[in-house]
């Protein structure tokens, strides 16, 4: 091994210190997710409805074999207006070894944040349940949700993992 190379000054960020997000849309506010969970961005097409399920569970979709639940983030967050149109879009997730779509209003860009870029959620106590959110960050002079969506799409609210088989996995 070189020793000159062990001596060179460090770069105060490395790049495996960014992250890629997508940034999405729901009613007036920005969110984003980690890039590496997306599958896919399509269209909003119609879905087979589930009995009893959920309002914000729109129902199932046959993804090229697949049969994957499609959720509505704007209902479930109580965001934004729902309409489904031609503009409405589906995110297609691979979390935990499962796919999932959310339908958000929009899809805006892709975005690098830097670990020192992203702040810490706050606690609101009881109040609001914060487990969701990864962080906030402001991308040109706009906030940022950071959406934990393993947290969100695994979580006992949405129902639609097995949190048995979870717990094997780990």
């Known amino acids: 091994m070189d020793s000159r190379a062990s001596l060179a000054p460090k770069p105060e960020f490395s790049a495996h210190d960014e992250v890629e997000f997508l940034s999405f ?3 007036e506010e920005h969110y984003a997710l980690d890039i590496m969970s997306v599958k896919e961005i399509r269209g909003y097409e119609p879905v087979t409805k589930i009995a009893n399920a959920p309002s914000f569970i729109k129902g199932v979709l046959n993804l090229r074999g697949d049969i994957v639940p ?3 983030l704007r209902m479930k967050f109580n965001v934004g207006t729902v309409t489904y149109d031609e503009f409405t879009i589906v995110i297609m997730l691979n979390v935990c ?3 999932v779509g959310i339908v958000v209003d929009a899809v805006s860009d892709v975005i690098k944040l830097s670990s020192e870029a ?3 959620a706050p606690e609101f106590g009881a109040a ?4 969701y959110l990864k962080g906030l960050a402001t991308v040109d002079e706009k906030m940022v949700i950071l959406v934990n969506i393993q947290a969100l799409i695994s979580s006992d609210d949405l129902g ?3 949190t048995n088989s979870l717990s094997e996995q780990e």
């Open 128 to 131: 609001f349940d914060s487990r």
């Open 25 to 27: 849309v729901l009613g």
């Open 160 to 162: 639609l993992m097995d």
């Open 118 to 120: 992203i702040l810490p």
């Open 70 to 72: 499609i959720v509505d």
């Open 97 to 99: 070894d499962r796919i």
